[in-house]
């Protein structure tokens, strides 16, 4: 499986989704997504809009692929927007910073055949499954 580095930050699209409302369509549409270089794409054999698996050694996710077309990352390096589906897959210790670290985080991505992304409802309560 393809290795690549990992990095998520905020983005205008997130922010808009955000004041929206997290129970909106708009929410993950925003930050369900891994935004690939285009070469990175066709080695993958994925278009714009597919499922992808992304996994690291914290945990897995299902998001949609996109294209990046503006700051497009160089080859070998994805962006996931920040939000509760790269929660899963980054280091969660905050050291005392009350954030995860949400750079330079190794993963391997794979098409795949699941459903885009968990919805929020399900996402959050798996979640809170675990915790318990």
């Known amino acids: 499986?393809?290795?690549f580095?990992?990095?998520?930050?905020?983005?205008?699209?997130q922010g808009e989704?955000?004041?929206?409302?997290?129970?909106?369509?708009?929410?993950?549409?925003?930050?369900?997504?891994?935004?690939?270089?285009?070469?990175?794409?066709?080695a993958l054999g994925i278009k714009d809009g597919d499922p992808v698996k992304v996994k690291s050694e914290y945990g897995e996710i299902v998001v949609e692929a996109r294209e990046a077309d503006t700051d497009v990352p160089p080859p070998g390096v994805v962006f996931i927007p920040m939000g509760p589906w790269?929660?899963?897959?980054v280091n969660p210790?905050?050291?005392?910073?009350?954030?995860?670290?949400?750079?330079?985080?190794?993963?391997?991505?794979?098409p795949t055949?699941?459903?885009?992304y968990e919805d929020m409802s399900?996402?959050?309560?798996s979640e809170y499954l675990k915790s318990e």
């Open 5 to 13: 580095l990992l990095l998520s930050g905020r983005t205008i699209w």
């Open 113 to 116: 055949d699941e459903e885009p």
């Open 1 to 3: 499986m393809p290795e």
């Open 86 to 89: 790269v929660n899963r897959i």
């Open 93 to 110: 210790e905050t050291d005392s910073t009350g954030m995860p670290r949400f750079k330079g985080v190794k993963v391997e991505i794979e």
């Open 122 to 125: 399900s996402l959050m309560r």
């Open 17 to 42: 989704a955000i004041e929206t409302g997290k129970d909106k369509d708009i929410y993950p549409n925003a930050v369900a997504v891994c935004y690939f270089n285009p070469s990175d794409m066709q």
